[in-house]
């Protein structure tokens, strides 16, 4: 095995890559999709565009996700199709970043003789590099390394806005170690940038069209960057955010309850720019199985965050993630997870059925029957959806933000997001993508609403 760590020579647009076209397939969560965008930007430093795809590519890149079972055995059916489109194209080069990447490099290359680079999260910006070097002939290159250089320093800066809508990293790993999480495996310790990077990127954006930003994290509240006067948190990094000309709105993604501090809860109810959504996984409703998943904090701390939330910003809409039969998860466990949902009432939820993963504590724990769990997932996803669809319906007769998106299917039609992140149609002859106005809402159905512009 090969590394192509020597010769690199980092954001040197050498464009020898003039000409060649790449596609990426992308799975897990919206921090992948921001990669890859950006490994996309870093390739078209070196000459890459991107195609819609592994036919008409000359290289392919698949950014995988490692979190369920699910999820990793997608990267081994792609290399199957893949391996047979390189039989007859074998110049194809094969690239696998991600999480996968991160946790199975090494049984990649074994499993994938394929497979020419294998590159973890934090390498991205060696990714040209190694695809010089893969098209010189060198295969089965690795690099997961956790590098002492940052690779947000050494990815090209500006970025083409695809939209209105963007992400933008703020902090990236996490250090709690949830009994049944990979993820501080796959992404490391966690890592806030300087805000003035951040600040940076955002204005970038702005000026490419982006209205509305997602900052990312792992454990996003958790950010605790350097500020031009000492570190900032979450709240701070959103109040200076909230002064760039014409970013209109900010959200953030992924937080965990511990760290909802109460500077945060404060900026939800006075940053007008900071939008009424927020995602605050709780994943359980029983305080034995909150434990067991050393998620440390019980089921009614919980309901009194939420309280003291929607005190500071009583419109918000919440979201969460659940996990139905975590090891030792009893049928009592499961009701006080549904009289949690009942307490709270979510405008948007994602739920899992455990999925034990290699390496995390949780993994040696004795399983809940499958058939078990799949009723328990199917009944708090009942639940769940019901909730959904009525704070949804509750938005009819409502005046709130949509920022256009995209054409909508019918004639003179837009389709944007509300400003709690509902899809919103819209007849609007005069309207342009990128604007945001104000509309009524007339009308709920089955995954969006539809609206009258007022303004
Ligand atoms: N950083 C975020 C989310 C990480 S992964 C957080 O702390 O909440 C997204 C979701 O996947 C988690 O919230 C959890 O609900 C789910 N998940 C993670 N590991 C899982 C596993 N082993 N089995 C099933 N679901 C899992
Ligand atoms: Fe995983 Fe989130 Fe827990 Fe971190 S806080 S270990 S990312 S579930
Ligand atoms: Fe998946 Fe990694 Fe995201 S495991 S959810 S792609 S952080």
Do not use: W
Request: charged share 25%; aromatic share 6%.
């Amino acid at each position: 095995m090969t590394s192509a760590k020597t010769d690199i020579t980092i954001a040197e647009p050498a464009q020898n890559g003039q000409g060649k076209k790449l596609f990426i397939k992308t799975y897990g969560c919206q921090m992948n999709v921001y990669d890859s965008e950006r490994m996309a930007e870093a390739m078209g430093s070196d000459g890459y565009t991107q195609v819609e795809s592994a036919e008409a590519a000359d290289m392919v890149l698949i950014n995988t996700c490692h979190i369920r079972e699910k999820a990793s055995e997608k990267l081994y059916s792609d290399l199957g199709r893949l391996r047979k489109l390189k039989k007859n194209k074998p110049d194809l080069k094969i690239g696998v970043a991600g999480c996968v990447a991160q946790a199975e490099g090494a049984e990649i290359l074994r499993r994938a003789p394929q497979v020419d680079v294998v590159v973890g999260p934090q390498a991205y910006h060696r990714l040209p590099a190694m695809a010089r070097a893969a098209r010189e002939g060198q295969t089965q290159q690795l690099d997961t390394d956790f590098p002492a250089e940052d690779k947000f320093d050494n990815l090209p800066k500006l970025r083409a806005a695809r939209g209105p809508m963007a992400f933008l990293t703020v902090q990236e790993g996490c250090d709690k170690f949830c009994a049944f999480c990979v993820v501080p495996y796959t992404r490391g310790a966690e890592v806030s940038r300087p805000a003035a990077r951040i600040l940076d990127e955002a204005r970038a954006l702005v000026e490419r069209g982006v209205r509305d930003i997602t900052l990312l994290g792992q454990n996003v509240n958790g950010y605790h960057g350097a500020g031009a006067a000492g570190d900032l948190t979450l709240a701070g990094l959103i109040r200076e955010l909230a002064k760039v000309d014409g970013l209109l709105r900010i959200r953030y993604t992924t937080s965990h309850p511990n760290d909802m501090g109460d500077d945060l809860i404060a900026a939800h109810g006075e940053v007008v720019q900071l939008m009424p959504y927020l995602h605050l996984p709780v994943q359980s409703g029983s305080d034995k199985i909150l434990k067991a998943m050393n998620r440390k904090h019980t089921a009614e701390q919980y309901l009194r965050l939420i309280e003291r939330i929607r005190a500071a910003r009583p419109d918000i809409l919440l979201s969460s993630d659940f996990i139905a039969g975590f090891p030792g998860e009893t049928d009592s466990d499961h009701a006080a997870t549904m009289d949690l949902i009942r307490a709270v009432g979510f405008g948007a939820a994602y739920s899992f059925k455990y999925s034990a993963r290699p390496g995390t504590p949780a993994a040696e724990k004795a399983e809940v029957d499958s058939d078990i769990a799949d009723a328990r997932l199917q009944e708090m996803q009942a639940l769940l959806s019901s909730q959904q669809y009525g704070l949804q319906a509750a938005m009819v007769g409502r005046e709130v933000g949509v920022l256009y998106e995209k054409a909508g299917r019918l004639d003179d039609q837009l389709v944007g997001k509300s400003d709690h992140l509902h899809a919103v149609h819209v007849t609007d002859p005069a309207g342009k993508i990128g604007e945001l106005v104000r509309v009524k809402i007339t009308a709920s159905v089955t995954n969006s609403l539809k609206g009258q512009r007022i303004g």
